[in-house]
């Protein structure tokens, strides 16, 4: 009994600790800047960012689940950085049409709305780049991959939150027009994208 209540213990405590690496120290747009695009088409386009955050959730922690199980296969390989890409892409494709069969067979409420979701979020680089950035932890359990594809999902969605509040005052008319809209709101995220680098305790090169 103890020992069932340890391994229940240690996995949700990597899931946990997965999690909050993954939605501050690894954030996949103000750490990485992978998903950037795809963040700001959804503010643009004025999807529900929630909505949007929790499918995306949902389809990389799945996607995490299965590069859980054929990740001790990967290992093994010869040249597995180069190959792993492509595996993890049929992963998320996999995952894609699980999803959209998934929906277009379970759910009623909103269900052109969700589709529509699932394929901006299924093909979106910070998916791909959370897969091989979990993949590259080679001592990371099964907690750790769930904790770490829930934490990216949260981290993106609350990062695609706080661009969306940005976004129609870096559009207003006291903003340059060379740089209202898309150009400023890069050069905004590039700014918290730094605050975050130092607050969790990096010094410039400089």
Partial sequence: MNGFLDITMNFFKDMLTYSMIAI???NTIFSRA??????LFVVRKNFNVFLFGLVMTLII???SLIAFIINPLLQNMDNKYYIAPAIYVGVI????ILFLLGTSKFVKKRKDEILAMIHVSA?????LGALLLSSNKSEMTLGGFLGFGIGTGIGF???TYFVGLAYEKLSAEEVPYAFRGFPITLIYIGIVSLAIYGIIGHELPF
């Fill in 157 to 159: 969605t609350l990062a």
């Fill in 93 to 96: 494709g996999m995952v894609y």
């Fill in 24 to 26: 501050f120290l690894e």
């Fill in 123 to 127: 093909f979106n680089c910070s998916v």
């Fill in 34 to 39: 992978l998903g950037t695009s795809t963040s």
């Fill in 61 to 63: 922690t799945t996607a």
